[in-house]
């Protein structure tokens, strides 16, 4: 995916997203602090992830900024909002970098309309707007998009993977350790006539065969 926006499109790409959300909410364009809402307003980070609406004051490294966007976090999109008819997968939606910037500038401008409107502050409207901008930009990622069931579905089936690759990898860690322990005491384990194997032998053997077949049966008394 494309990762360059050229200098120029940080304010076309602010613009757009502006004008998308006039159409959408009535009385903006009269709005002092709404026109005035430029990019000097907006901290854009090119090595950050995280973005943020800052209402309630910036901090202080955002220079009194309002919108913070970071732009390696604007490659994946992701949306987990269980009210609203579809989510992206569990892995996200990688997008052109511009998209996202785009995508993520309208969530944050979706906040600042909020807090001019002083309608509640919710991540389901800025969520929902997100969705409707990407798909009205970018049509080709609705086939990507999916209900919350499918979501719940791959989150559960992601689970089963990830508790099964933990119960192999620790599989995997008593395995050396019996491998480690025959290396060590090999010489031993092979004379069992020096005296009767104790029960720590039997069962390490044991496991040692049941590396090779998980169903053996061992029989020590021969
Ligand atoms: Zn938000």
Redesign the pocket.
Known sequence: MRKKIEEHQYEEGLQECKRWLENKYDGLTENKEWNDFGLKDIHISKSGFSSG?YGQGSPKRMNGKRIKIGLRGCDLTSSYCKKLEYLTPIGGIYVHRYVGYKHTLL??LT?LIQYIQQRTYS?VE?TKNELEYLLEIEPRYEHQLISYEERKRQELKKKEWMDKQKELKERTMVEIEILKYMKENVSELLQPEKGELDDTQKSLITEFCKIKDPNVVMNFDV
């Open positions: 609406w969530h944050e906040h991540e800025t």
